[in-house]
């Protein structure tokens, strides 16, 4: 099989603009993404897809690969599957530009799903992470994900997933990792569709993929570092390494 990776790469995001062109210890945060990202070896080809010329000269001025959008895009996803559109590709792994901090074993385990006999019934896959705070199971800003007994996802929400009504039961919370895996083919159905009703009032993009009845694969992992959406992020991740 062979296998890419993405990095949609957006300058100007919503919640914190230029987020991926901020300072990180000796490098910008999408240099820490695109750097691990190749570290990792399991790609045969590593891509920044992005809107941005500043972004896209921050990563082959210093030997990365990218490419330029052609249109805009609602989302990352959108955004990947017009540059690989014309590649020759099996499974495509989007990994967000503002996760500066991937791993080997997250991304090795999200790939074997798709092997097999079993992995063949697999369309989509992404990540998950436990989450043991309350203030950030609260937080809208993290995206909680609801699993059945075989990790396919039910649900993805920014509120509080499921409603802990049983006081007296323990309750295990998931925050969904944006980092996905697909076949081409799930990729580019993903990008006929409109933008269904759930995905718009929640703003997260995996729910066209639900209401279009496609579950993901969900795969636990440990704790890959931290998501930037904010500044106070940055802070975090700047204390994280």
């Given at each position: 099989?062979?296998?890419?990776a993405?990095?949609?790469?957006r300058y100007?995001?919503t919640?914190?603009?230029a987020k991926?062109?901020?300072?990180?210890?000796?490098?910008v945060?999408?240099?820490?993404?695109?750097?691990?990202?190749?570290?990792t070896?399991?790609?045969?080809?590593?891509?920044?897809?992005?809107?941005?010329?500043?972004?896209?000269?921050e990563?082959?001025n210093n030997?990365?690969?990218?490419v330029?959008s052609k249109?805009?895009h609602?989302?990352?996803?959108?955004?990947?599957?017009?540059?690989?559109?014309?590649m020759?590709?099996?499974?495509?792994?989007?990994?967000?530009?503002?996760?500066?901090?991937?791993?080997?074993?997250?991304?090795?385990?999200?790939?074997?799903?798709?092997?097999?006999?079993?992995?063949?019934?697999?369309?989509?896959?992404?990540?998950?992470?436990?989450l043991?705070?309350?203030?950030?199971?609260?937080?809208?800003?993290?995206?909680?994900?609801?699993?059945?007994k075989?990790?396919?996802?039910l649900?993805?929400?920014?509120?509080?997933?499921?409603?802990?009504?049983?006081?007296?039961?323990?309750?295990?919370?998931?925050e969904?990792?944006?980092?996905?895996?697909?076949?081409?083919?799930?990729?580019?159905?993903?990008?006929?569709?409109?933008?269904?009703?759930?995905?718009?009032?929640?703003?997260?993009?995996?729910?066209r993929?639900?209401?279009?009845g496609?579950?993901l694969?969900?795969?636990?992992v440990?704790?890959?570092?931290?998501?930037?959406?904010t500044?106070?992020?940055?802070?975090?991740?700047?204390?994280?390494?």
């Amino acid at each position: 099989m062979k296998k890419v990776a993405l990095i949609p790469a957006r300058y100007a995001a919503t919640r914190f603009p230029a987020k991926l062109m901020q300072p990180l210890g000796d490098k910008v945060v999408i240099r820490h993404t695109y750097d691990n990202t190749m570290a990792t070896g399991l790609f045969d080809e590593v891509i920044v897809a992005t809107d941005s010329e500043i972004i896209y000269n921050e990563i082959v001025n210093n030997g990365g690969k990218a490419v330029m959008s052609k249109k805009p895009h609602e989302s990352g996803s959108d955004r990947i599957a017009e540059a690989v559109a014309d590649m020759a590709v099996d499974i495509i792994v989007n990994v967000q530009g503002d996760e500066p901090f991937v791993k080997k074993e997250p991304l090795q385990k999200l790939l074997r799903v798709f092997e097999g006999e079993e992995g063949k019934k697999v369309q989509v896959a992404s990540l998950m992470q436990v989450l043991k705070e309350q203030k950030f199971i609260d937080d809208p800003n993290y995206v909680k994900v609801a699993v059945d007994k075989n990790c396919n996802s039910l649900f993805f929400s920014r509120s509080v997933i499921p409603y802990p009504r049983n006081k007296e039961l323990p309750v295990t919370y998931y925050e969904h990792i944006g980092v996905y895996a697909f076949r081409k083919e799930a990729l580019m159905s993903f990008t006929s569709w409109p933008m269904t009703p759930l995905e718009s009032a929640e703003k997260i993009e995996c729910l066209r993929y639900l209401e279009n009845g496609i579950p993901l694969k969900m795969v636990i992992v440990d704790y890959m570092g931290v998501e930037i959406d904010t500044p106070e992020d940055l802070e975090r991740a700047a204390k994280f390494l």
